[in-house]
């Protein structure tokens, strides 16, 4: 059970951050010290060389100006100033002889120390570093051959320098352990701080996974990221939360829209078989039925329309063709409505050809619908006027009347599947018109608006890219 918590609580993100913080911050602690350690060791080294070089020069001097049995004294004086346990001096024949020297540290260290190196000549110093068995510390050594019969030595312990050095890695052991421990609570805190905005999103998300959809992140101060993580979430949470309740709209409009011809079918069914007597009444009931039936249809394939352009498959369908040819011919088949209200319709064509890369049925259905909207809310003796134009990079249709408008506050809602503005209700109609609509331009590259004030009319303008003709798209 407890190898299981804590693999569980290695596998977090907060244990691998605070790690990876922490090993970091050791790797370069470490690696500093080293450098520094090295460092502090060449430094050591050659402030000890050069201690052995002044003193040798000192010795030399006096070699050069007394006599052997003056020397001898004056080597023991010289080791006893520096001191005895530090340094050692002694005059050896260039067959390695000991002509005199200082108090030995032992038999063994002389032994060692009188062999002299081979390639010494006279006036050029030799450096040697010679580890003596039982002796805790190396010594630094100094040859110097002054002349054909005798070679000058001095050495130095490096017992302070070795002593000063343990130290050091001592106490960066300790200061390590201290940093260690301290530096990862630390990162265990920092880390904690800034996954605690992580911890909300997962809480909110808890929420959201019991149903609790009007659940959000509460922004905190840990950051930058953290703010944009929960303002994302947030954002993602509100479309969720439309999208559902659209969805909820949708199906109460789909269940009603189809309980109603689906009621009004089995009632005149019901009808005529209880009191029908002649083929006449069958045939009634029959062309009732394949009405509300092509009503049916209708809303189905329009529905399938709509989720097939918002899932944005491409159209294998399409091709370039003229709006201005669209708008004409539709027009034309709207006319005897027109003429029926006794309203004018009249059409400004682009003077350029209008061509776009779109389905000609359904840049046919835009069309069909804008106008059939238009001319059902525009009353007797009004106007539907049509304009197309066309810029460098687009084409621009507008249809603008002068009918019974649509209120400020239902402007945008009335591409919502379903969605009748209050005017509206009195007539037949699946309320998928202008979502269809929309749904085509955008799913072309293009926009929509509509400009509307209530009593004042509307106005639609559908924005689609221009293309050439012959030109690929």
């Not at 001898?72 to 000991?98: C, S």
């Not at 259905?365 to 804008?370: D, Y």
């Amino acid at each position: 059970m407890f190898s299981k918590k804590l693999s569980n609580r290695c596998g977090t993100v907060r244990f691998r951050l605070t790690f990876m913080y922490l090993f970091l911050a050791v790797s370069l602690s470490t690696v500093a010290f080293a450098m520094f350690y090295i460092s502090l060791g060449r430094t050591l080294a050659g402030s000890i060389d050069q201690f052995l070089a002044i003193e040798m020069e000192e010795m030399v001097t006096f070699y050069h100006r007394s006599t052997l049995e003056e020397l001898a004294p004056w080597v023991v004086e010289e080791a006893k100033g520096e001191g005895v346990n530090r340094v050692f001096l002694q005059v050896l024949t260039t067959t390695g002889d000991v002509v005199c020297m200082s108090p030995s540290w032992s038999e063994s260290s002389i032994d060692e120390l009188a062999r002299i190196p081979p390639e010494l000549s006279i006036g050029e110093p030799i450096f040697r570093t010679i580890t003596i068995p039982g002796r805790t510390s190396d010594i630094r050594t100094l040859y110097r051959q002054v002349s054909d019969q005798h070679v000058l030595q001095f050495c130095i312990s490096m017992h302070e320098t070795g002593a000063l050095k343990k130290r050091i890695r001592e106490h960066f052991g300790i200061l390590l352990l201290i940093f260690t421990v301290g530096g990862g609570s630390a990162a265990w805190f920092v880390v904690n701080k800034a996954m605690s905005g992580v911890d909300r999103v997962t809480h909110t998300a808890v929420k959201i996974h019991k149903g609790d959809l009007s659940h959000r992140v509460p922004v905190g101060d840990e950051g930058q990221e953290i703010q944009q993580l929960a303002n994302a979430f947030n954002g993602m949470l509100e479309r969720v939360q439309s999208l559902v309740a659209e969805l909820r709209d949708v199906t109460n409009n789909i269940a009603h829209d189809l309980r109603t011809p689906i009621t009004r079918i089995r009632g005149i069914a019901e009808t005529t078989l209880t009191g029908a007597t002649t083929v006449n009444d069958y045939k009634r009931m029959a062309g009732s039925v394949i009405e509300d039936c092509d009503w049916l249809d209708g809303l189905i394939n329009t529905m399938l329309d709509i989720a097939e352009l918002e899932s944005g498959s491409p159209s294998r369908t399409d091709e370039q063709v003229d709006l201005n040819t669209i708008v004409r011919n539709a027009c034309d088949l709207f006319e005897p409505l027109a003429e029926d209200k006794d309203i004018s319709m009249p059409v400004v064509e682009s003077a350029n050809a209008a061509i776009v890369n779109m389905s000609r049925q359904r840049l046919e259905r835009v069309v069909a619908n804008l106008l059939d909207n238009a001319l059902k809310y525009t009353l007797e003796g009004g106007r539907v006027e049509v304009t197309v134009a066309t810029t460098t990079s687009q084409v621009v249709m507008t249809i603008r009347d002068n009918g019974i408008g649509i209120a400020r506050h239902e402007l945008r809602h009335i591409a919502r599947k379903f969605y009748r503005v209050d005017k509206s209700r009195s007539t037949r109609g699946h309320g998928l018109g202008l979502s269809l609509v929309r749904s085509i331009v955008l799913a072309h590259g293009g926009e929509i608006s509509v400009e509307s004030e209530l009593g004042k009319g509307a106005t639609f303008t559908v924005t689609l890219p221009l293309v050439h003709r012959g030109q690929t798209a």
